[in-house]
Nanobody, 113 residues
């Protein structure tokens, strides 16, 4: 129902930063609540962050103080700014729209020396 395409992942060293983007179909103009999830190899998918239609945010404890989720509704895009990345952040990152249970294809983030 809501098409989501993540981008911005890559290979970085510990302590570096990445900004992920989630480009959504125009349906997010109806003020969707958006989440970021991640899934590391062999582990369950875990919730990372939420940004609601009104702009309020929540974060998992593991990324608190390092990640920032934001949105630009004019561009139909949600962002995840990831600072001070750690090897433990290595995962495929997905954006998600709760109401329609819509997932993006994911973008790989690898943090390694």
């Amino acid at each position: 129902q809501v098409q989501l395409v993540e981008s911005g992942g890559g290979l970085v060293q510990p302590g570096e930063s990445l900004r992920l983007s989630c480009a959504a179909s125009a349906s997010i103009l109806s003020n969707k609540n958006m989440d970021w999830y991640r899934q590391a190899p062999g582990k369950q998918r875990e919730w990372v962050a939420t940004i609601r239609s009104g702009g309020t945010t929540n974060y998992a404890g593991s990324v608190w103080g390092r990640f920032t989720v934001s949105r630009d509704n004019a561009k139909n895009t949600v962002y995840l700014q990831m600072n001070n990345l750690k090897p433990e952040d290595t995962a495929v990152y997905y954006c998600y729209e709760r109401g329609s249970n819509s997932w993006g294809q994911g973008t790989q983030v690898t943090v390694s020396s």
